[in-house]
C-alpha cells in the first residue's frame, strides 16, 4: 500500500481503522506502531491523537466488535442443554463470524500484542476462555482441549486463506463442517 | 527478558539465534528488527554482522532446520501409495515435528515476515505448498483445502498452548489424533 495524501480535516476514526488494519495485515499487530499508522496518512502523530493514543486503542477499537459478537454467541451456546449442542451453536457461530470477517480473523491467531492485550482486558480474556472451554468440554482431559486449540486457530486461518473464488456462505460452511469433524461433532 | 552483560569475544551464532526466538516470541517476528536483537545483547549492530546481515538472514537461520525437516517428510509420504496413507505418513511427522518444537512452530504461522521470506524462497514455498496438497488430496475440492490448511495452523497453534505437565509424546500423540480426526483419517 503506498502512502496517501494529506487527508483534509484530518482523518476519520473509521480511516485510521482501516489504515491499521491494513498495516497489521503487512506486519502483523506487534510489527505496527502507532507512528507508522501515522506516516501512512501523511500526518504527525498528535494529529491522531484526538481519535487514539496508543496502537492498543486502536487494536481495541478493531477487536471490540469481535469480542462483543464472541461473547453474545458464548452466552447463546451456554443456554443449550449438554456439551455437544453447545459447542455446536457455538461452532456455527464462530465459523459464521470467521467467514464475514475473513481478512481480521487470522490477525488475531498467535500475535503476542494481541495475547498481552488480551491479559490487559480480564473481561476479554473471560470471553475467550469461556468459548475453549465449550469446545473443549466435548471430550474431557487433554485431548478435548488440544481439539478445540486446534479448532480456534484453525478456523480462523483457515478463512484468511484465498481458495479462488469461494463465497462467504460456503466458505462458513466448509469451516464449521471441519470444525465438527474435528470435535467429533455430527455433520447435519 | 532482561538485557543481558555484553558478551566477551562477542555472540556466537546460536546466542544470536536464542536471543532472537525470545524476542520473536515477545512481539512476533514481523516486530523485531536486528537492531532490537543486537540491543538485547548491548552491542552494536555492527557486532553481529559477522553472522547475520538482516534480520531475515537470522530468520533463514531459524527457520532452515525445521523446513529441511518438512522437506524429508514431504519426500517420503509422497513414496507411499493412495492419498490417505501419503497424508497419514506426512501428518505424523509433521505432529511429531511440532510437538518437538513446541516453542518455535507457533511462530511461524500466520506471520507476515515468514509469509514474506517464504515468497522470496520459492524452493520453501515448494515445500510447503507440496505439504498442503499431500493432506488436501485426501478429500477433493475445496473441503479438503480447507481442513488441510486447519490441521496445518492448528497443529502448529495447539502445539504452543500450555497444558500444564504434557510430556512430548503425549503431546504428539494428541496432536496426531487431532489431525486425523480432522482429514477422516482412521485412528490407528
Known amino acids: 500500500m503506498s502512502t496517501h495524501p494529506v487527508e483534509v480535516g484530518g482523518p476519520t476514526r473509521q480511516r485510521l481503522i482501516d489504515v491499521a488494519i491494513e498495516l497489521f495485515k503487512q506486519h502483523s499487530v506487534a510489527g ?22 496508543t496502537r492498543d486503542e486502536l487494536l481495541t477499537a478493531v477487536m471490540e466488535p469481535l469480542i ?19 459447542a455446536d451453536h457455538l461452532l456455527q457461530g464462530y465459523a459464521a463470524l470467521a467467514a464475514a ?6 490477525l488475531f491467531t498467535g500475535d503476542p500484542s494481541v495475547a498481552a492485550l488480551l491479559q490487559a482486558r480480564p473481561d476479554w480474556a473471560a470471553v475467550v476462555e469461556r468459548q475453549m472451554m465449550l469446545l473443549a468440554a ?8 488440544v481439539k478445540a486449540t486446534l479448532v480456534m486457530s484453525g478456523i480462523a486461518s483457515a478463512a484468511g486463506v484465498d ?24 455433520v447435519r
Open 101 to 106: 470477517n475473513r481478512e481480521l480473523i487470522p
Open 32 to 53: 505496527t506502531s502507532l507512528q507508522m499508522i501515522s506516516d501512512e496518512l501523511g500526518l504527525t502523530k498528535s494529529a491522531i491523537y484526538h481519535h487514539f493514543r
Open 138 to 145: 466435548v471430550e474431557p482431559g487433554l485431548g478435548g482441549q
Open 68 to 86: 462483543g459478537e464472541v461473547g453474545a454467541l458464548v452466552v447463546a451456546a451456554e443456554k443449550h442443554r449438554g456439551p455437544r449442542a453447545r
Open 163 to 186: 481458495y479462488g473464488d469461494v463465497d462467504e456462505a460456503t466458505l462458513r460452511d466448509q469451516l464449521l463442517a471441519a470444525g465438527r469433524r474435528t470435535l467429533g461433532l455430527r
